[in-house]
């Protein structure tokens, strides 16, 4: 069965500085795509970051980079130079692309970030 | 109005009340999903709609009832709920069912007294 784990429950960085939330997951399906989402207060999901399991390279978007590394099946999140803004809640999704698949994605149970000015 | 707006933000209701969240993406997308994120619990999927078709209904309690009468607009209809159903019901759509990645409203954070 897929599964997602996020072991961090809270994490707090310091301004400036960059931080790495973890994620594991497992699947059987050889094809699926990993997901970062970040969730302020106010509780939108927002999206950030996707890793196909076929990708060849790292995804990064801007601050956010994903460390995929396949043998281990973990899909860590880095944020570089954390602003204050970014304190928020972080959850990692796996979606597998099985032929039974309709969009279902499954989520780890988040990691609340908070950085200090 | 831009992306994926969800209405009312907030919503009080007792247990014998009906009403319903609405859900519209202005991103021409064609699925659209419901969640639940309840207190202390991952995200569940409720319902997936592709093309206005129901894809998945992930044994959710007959009290809720979707409805997705085009690929921008879908709803959700309370009768009967239970105290237990207080959460944030978080909507999302994206371009196509299957591999593409969903996008998110801002949830209804509902309370059931």
């Known amino acids: 069965a897929q599964k997602i784990t996020q072991t961090q429950p809270g994490m707090f960085v310091q301004e400036k500085e960059a931080v790495t939330l973890d994620c594991t997951y497992d699947t059987s399906d050889p094809s699926y795509g990993l997901f970062w989402y970040k969730q302020p207060s106010s509780g939108e999901m927002i999206f950030l970051i996707y890793?196909?399991?076929?990708?060849?390279q790292n995804a990064t978007e801007g601050r956010y980079s994903l460390n995929f590394q396949k043998a281990r099946k973990s899909a860590n999140l880095v944020i570089s130079a954390s602003q204050l803004g970014d304190s928020a809640m972080y959850f990692c999704a796996m979606r597998d692309h099985g032929s039974s698949n309709t969009g279902k994605l499954i989520f780890g149970q988040g990691t609340t970030l908070q950085v200090k000015p | 109005e831009t992306g994926v707006t969800q209405t009312p933000r907030h919503l009080v209701m007792g247990m014998t009340n009906k009403k319903s969240l609405k859900c519209e993406q202005h991103l021409g997308h064609n699925a659209m999903y419901w969640y639940k994120q309840s207190a202390k619990k991952p995200l569940e999927l409720m319902f997936v709609?592709?093309?206005?078709?129901?894809?998945e209904n992930n044994s959710v309690p007959s009290r809720f009832s979707p409805e997705c009468p085009n690929s921008s607009h879908l709803f959700l209809h309370l009768h009967t709920l239970q105290p237990e159903d207080s959460a944030l019901y978080l909507c999302?759509?994206?371009?196509?069912?299957?591999?593409?990645?969903?996008?998110f409203g801002p949830g209804t954070r509902l309370t059931v007294l």
């Open positions: 890793q196909g399991s076929y990708d060849q």
């Open positions: 709609y592709n093309f206005k078709e129901q894809t």
């Open positions: 999302a759509s994206s371009q196509a069912d299957g591999t593409d990645t969903q996008y």
